[in-house]
């Protein structure tokens, strides 16, 4: 008699802890200072050699889709616990992978640049190939699901390629983002975060809407390298819009960094200048501390960082930038204002398990 062969799931369990002490300057706005905290926790189970599957579920706040901070208020409130991850990933073939579901970000991120925030978790689906020096990406996402009138979609793909040269690597490879259903739309969570918006051509149902679309090309590139023991590494990251109209449609990244704060008694450091313009990325996307979480900004971020024991890290990061270098903001008393400076340091402590 034969019997069919039993698979039995291996678990991993993984997560982390992050407090974080920050203030926040505004040029003709008071100054805000506030402690947060991040924790994230979840399971991940490889059901055969070929198909695994996990769940994280992280704290929030407002269902914020870009951050799983919650700030600490209130005397000893609760924080809530929502979704983070929920996805199935089937390995195809010896070079093809299938993802479905709340996921990580199936495209190649370049460095530290934060065109698109690190902490969105797109839902959808999405195929992945690398073989030899090459990799491709092809994504559908779902931004929004609602009513015919209101939903709105991201598909796309990734081409690049990347080899070692000696003790050095080197990665270059291009985007292309085509969001849908978006011009007309208001697919916004607590505002347009910087896109530029109006009354036209608004759908009936809508007040106020993005009046451009979003067809994003990007192409970017990383080089690094061990340099006196420790990582070093350089990138840049390019995206146009392609479909906006009003010439504020290029948003660029590039910085370096040296070292890695993950051993005991290591350290690292890192630079980051970045140009954000009006229309040139989806304002629903970009990195929620740059900037003020906007679009239409530039400025640079500096980055220190030390381990003092494995898996516990202290993080300092400061940023002196401009907003509103494409459009005034409306200041009360003073009028409109272009190129309002904006600084932001933030103080983390990070635990790793």
Request: charged fraction near 20%; glycine fraction near 10%; include cysteine.
């Amino acid at each position: 008699m034969s019997h069919a062969q039993t698979w039995v799931p291996e678990y991993a369990f993984n997560g982390d802890i992050r407090l974080r002490d920050e203030t926040i300057g505004q040029q003709f706005a008071a100054q805000r200072h506030r402690d947060r905290i991040r924790a994230r926790a979840g399971v991940t189970a490889k059901v055969h050699d070929t198909l695994r599957a996990q769940v994280e579920l992280a704290t929030a706040e407002g269902n914020d889709p870009r951050s799983m901070n919650v700030t600490l208020s209130d005397l000893n409130s609760l924080h809530d616990i929502d979704l983070n991850l929920a996805y199935v990933e089937w390995a195809a073939g010896e070079h093809w992978k299938l993802t479905a579901g709340k996921m990580r970000q199936p495209w190649v991120r370049a460095g530290q640049s934060v065109l698109i925030d690190a902490d969105i978790n797109p839902r959808g689906v999405a195929v992945n190939w690398a073989q030899r020096d090459w990799f491709a990406v092809g994504f559908h996402e779902w931004v929004r699901r609602g009513s015919a009138g209101d939903r709105g979609t991201v598909s796309g793909g990734q081409f690049g390629w990347r080899r070692a040269y000696g003790d050095a690597r080197v990665t270059l490879g291009a985007g292309y983002y085509d969001y849908a259903s978006v011009r007309g739309n208001d697919p916004f969570f607590s505002g347009s975060n910087g896109n530029t918006t109006g009354a036209a051509p608004c759908r009936s149902n809508v007040a106020a809407c993005l009046t451009q679309d979003y067809d994003i090309a990007q192409v970017f590139a990383e080089w690094s390298r061990p340099l006196a023991g420790h990582p070093l590494a350089l990138y840049v990251d390019v995206m146009n819009n392609r479909a906006a109209r009003n010439g504020r449609d290029l948003a660029w990244s590039a910085g370096a960094s040296y070292g890695k704060a993950s051993d005991a008694r290591t350290w690292e450091i890192g630079y980051l200048y970045q140009h954000v313009g009006k229309d040139a990325v989806f304002g629903q996307w970009i990195d929620s501390d740059f900037g003020d979480g906007r679009t239409d900004a530039r400025g640079s971020i500096v980055k220190l960082g030390y381990a003092p024991v494995k898996n516990w890290a202290l993080n300092v990061s400061y940023q002196f930038s401009d907003t509103n270098i494409d459009a005034p903001a409306t200041v009360a008393g003073v009028g409109p204002v272009f190129n309002r400076d904006y600084t932001r340091l933030q103080v983390d402590l990070n635990y790793r398990f």
